[in-house]
């Protein structure tokens, strides 16, 4: 069986779509399933087997630069052209990808469904904030309605989305499967090695958060919890994996705050190297996103034996609901810092956590949804309908 992927985003754009494409890419061999992908050429990368990089000019969003606004001529040129040598259509974005896809599908009559990554009734208020969030919210629930109804099958990441979705007035079959992620990879960083490089003591207790530096992702809620953290244990550590747009004015709210020594922004990170060592050297795993449909940095964190400190909204719910390896603070600023300054004074519970956090990993193993992918692909060639 032969898969082609589409997506308006991929490596090396990094975001929970990019991760989800490339697990399922490379793990879907095991099951004898090909993948191909179509995706944007942003400037000079390698060219790569299966990979096919949409050529011309990607004209950035006004709103972010790490994004593309891909030719629409160019797209659906290409995802027709190497959609004729397979077998089903896997959208993962909404935008020119997703109208290439399914207009490739119907032309060669071939199944079709896409993945709901993004709740867009959230994100849109942080982009467009000169209109009312009902106003904005009512255009999101068409768009995404009209768009779901169009596909054969949707899959979404968790059972708050499949919710919302249902909502909407989203008729055909979803199926809520998470991504999944590699364990063995995130048991393997090395924490000295971070630790030496970053100039941290061993001993000084470090916080991690690691995502796009983005508004929705609530990072503001972080530093403030984290300039009254620091009135009790002033030695606390925040690290910052991440880079986006919203970074300098977090940069500039970290000084206004007075705790720029105690907040240190890090960037991207390769995520087959030094993001390992990163998740290895914290001792504690913190976040505060209210938009996920699925929160794969919570296990990834867990499985590299990170407990887990987070606010449960919306697809976070799936991985925190069960309490193990993780506290869940109710979503208030005074909450989150007496759970952070708990961990932190309580030897017995930090071990109990660090204990659980990797069993509770297993369970979102890429192995196990994978397998549940490939059965779902498999269905749907086979139905008769289309």
């Not at 309605?145 to 979705?165: K, T, Y």
């Not at 996103?289 to 987070?310: D, F, K, N």
């Not at 109990?352 to 490939?374: F, G, H, K, V, Y």
């Amino acid at each position: 069986m032969r898969v082609l992927m589409v997506s308006d985003v991929y490596f090396p754009r990094i975001n929970g779509v990019s991760a989800s494409i490339e697990t399922f890419r490379k793990t879907l061999q095991s099951c004898d399933i090909e993948v191909d992908i179509v995706v944007p050429r942003y400037g000079n990368e390698l060219e790569e087997d299966g990979v096919t990089r949409v050529k011309g000019r990607s004209i950035p969003f006004v709103s972010d630069v790490e994004d593309r606004r891909l030719s629409w001529r160019k797209m659906k040129r290409t995802v027709l052209e190497r959609a004729r040598d397979c077998d089903l259509i896997h959208i993962h974005t909404p935008f020119i990808a997703h109208y290439a896809g399914i207009r490739a599908a119907r032309r060669l009559n071939l199944p079709v469904l896409a993945t709901y990554h993004t709740l867009f009734t959230e994100y849109l208020q942080y982009y467009v904030p000169f209109l009312p969030h009902r106003y904005l919210s009512r255009i999101a629930r068409n768009f995404s309605r009209r768009q779901c109804n169009a596909l054969n099958a949707v899959v979404v990441p968790s059972a708050a989305m499949l919710e919302q979705l249902t909502a909407y007035g989203v008729h055909v079959p979803m199926h809520i499967l998470p991504t999944g992620i590699p364990l063995e990879k995130f048991a393997r960083g090395d924490r000295t090695a971070f630790r030496q490089k970053h100039g941290l003591d061993a001993a000084r207790p470090v916080a991690l958060f690691v995502g796009r530096v983005a508004h929705e992702k609530n990072i503001g809620f972080l530093l403030r919890v984290w300039a009254q953290a620091l009135r009790q244990k002033p030695d606390l550590l925040l690290l910052v994996a991440g880079d986006g747009p919203a970074l300098p004015e977090l940069r500039k709210e970290a000084e206004k705050l007075g705790i720029a020594h105690a907040i240190k922004f890090l960037g991207y990170l390769d995520r087959n190297g030094e993001l390992l060592d990163c998740y290895a050297a914290a001792d504690v795993f913190v976040f505060a996103s209210l938009t996920e449909t699925q929160g794969m940095v919570l296990p990834e964190a867990m499985a590299a034996g990170l407990p887990v400190i987070a606010l449960a909204r919306l697809g976070t719910c799936d991985i925190l609901e069960a309490g193990k390896g993780c506290i869940a603070p109710p979503e208030d600023e005074g909450a989150f810092t007496e759970a952070v300054l708990r961990f932190f004074s309580d030897a017995a519970l930090r071990e109990r956590l660090q204990t659980e956090a990797p069993e509770t990993a297993r369970d979102w193993s890429d192995i196990a949804s994978t397998r549940r992918m490939a059965e779902l692909y498999r269905s749907m060639i086979s139905s008769p309908a289309r």
